[in-house]
């Protein structure tokens, strides 16, 4: 079971790495859609490229934020009736729909998925759409959102298995740490903090 429970440790430090680093894709995305737009009003004329690339980095964030989304505990649940369950309970349903829902759904898509994303990337598969982009980069984020998902479901069941075990604290009571959000405005605080300070050193 330490072995189980050092793989899902390594599992829970990639999904929050990722998830830390994806924030910034959704601000590239909301940056490029707003540029966009001005080029559009002021100068009438736009892209098909920027607008997909949005899409694509919009679509990225998406779905390789999906095994973060699940360590974190934020996936939408409907615990009208499991919040009266005792922990235990709670946890033997959080099992049950790892084994029997997530796992087999994950397994789906990667298996259906992956030949879909070989052949767009052998066939060089385009957007139809004029100026519009290759397509397979945005493909291939489904098999690793959903590979990340797949670990991360793996990480979840683990604990959970740890905790009837008696071997950790629940691993469903909220942590302290700060979310990806806090950190983006943290980090853009100190690019700002930085830019007064040169402004005012010259």
């Not at 079971?1 to 680093?21: E, H, I, P, T, Y």
């Not at 909220?174 to 005012?200: C, I, N, P, V």
Request: aromatic letters at 10%; charged letters at 15%.
């Amino acid at each position: 079971m330490q072995a189980l429970l050092k793989f899902s440790r390594g599992v829970d430090w990639l999904n929050s790495l990722v998830g830390r680093w994806l924030i910034w894709l959704i601000l590239a995305s909301t940056v490029i859609s707003g540029i966009n737009a001005i080029v559009r009003k002021v100068l009438h004329t736009s892209s098909n490229a920027y607008l997909e690339v949005q899409w694509y980095l919009f679509a990225a964030s998406f779905l390789l934020a999906a095994g973060y989304t699940l360590l974190q505990g934020e996936h939408v649940k409907v615990d009208v009736i499991a919040s009266r369950l005792s922990k235990r309970t709670q946890i033997w349903i959080d099992i049950f729909g790892f084994v029997f829902f997530l796992t087999p759904m994950a397994l789906a898509i990667l298996w259906f998925g992956t030949p879909f994303v070989i052949q767009a990337m052998q066939t060089g598969e385009m957007s139809g759409n004029a100026g519009g982009l290759v397509r397979w980069p945005v493909y291939l984020m489904i098999p690793i959102g959903f590979g990340l998902l797949l670990l991360q479901g793996m990480s979840e069941l683990i604990k959970r298995i740890a905790f009837l075990k008696g071997l950790i604290d629940d691993p469903t009571a909220k942590k302290g740490e700060k979310t990806a959000e806090e950190d983006l405005a943290e980090a853009l605080r100190g690019l700002a903090g930085a830019k007064d300070k040169s402004g005012q050193s010259a």
